[in-house]
């Protein structure tokens, strides 16, 4: 068992920075960054959970669900991750899409 609080502090912070985002900067592309954060680490915890079987793709919920597809999808990765590499990765995806984000 890996201890994930790194990954779920991070995504639950670049959530809350998208839920007080304007409309105007989730327009210009934080939301777009939070989509592809979130089917990437839904993807990754499928693959995890089920290595056999084709990844399902996270759907567009819109612009204001997207702080909560993120942490929904990263709170499923970190109940699947085996090792301290898979946190690495997950904990700087979720910090470069905040970047690109601009939130």
Same mark, same amino acid.
């Given at each position: 068992?890996?201890?994930?609080? !790194? ?15 304007? &409309?105007?900067?989730? &327009? ?7 989509? *592809? ?6 993807? !990754? *915890? &499928? ?8 990844? !399902? ?7 204001? $669900?997207? $702080?909560? &597809?993120?942490?929904? *999808? $990263? ?12 946190? $690495?990765?997950?904990? *700087? ?11």
């Amino acid at each position: 068992m890996v201890e994930t609080t !790194r990954l779920t502090r991070a995504v639950d912070h670049f959530a809350d920075r998208l839920r007080a985002a304007p &409309q105007s900067r989730l &327009q210009r592309g934080g939301a777009a960054e939070a989509l *592809a954060l979130a089917r990437e680490l839904a993807r !990754r *915890a &499928q693959i995890l959970e089920d290595p056999d079987r084709e990844p !399902r793709e996270m759907p567009d919920a819109g612009m204001f $669900a997207a $702080a909560d &597809q993120i942490t929904v *999808a $990263a709170h499923d990765l970190a109940l699947v991750l085996r090792d301290e590499v898979g946190l $690495a990765e997950a904990v *700087a995806l979720v910090e470069e899409a905040q970047r690109r984000a601009g939130v």
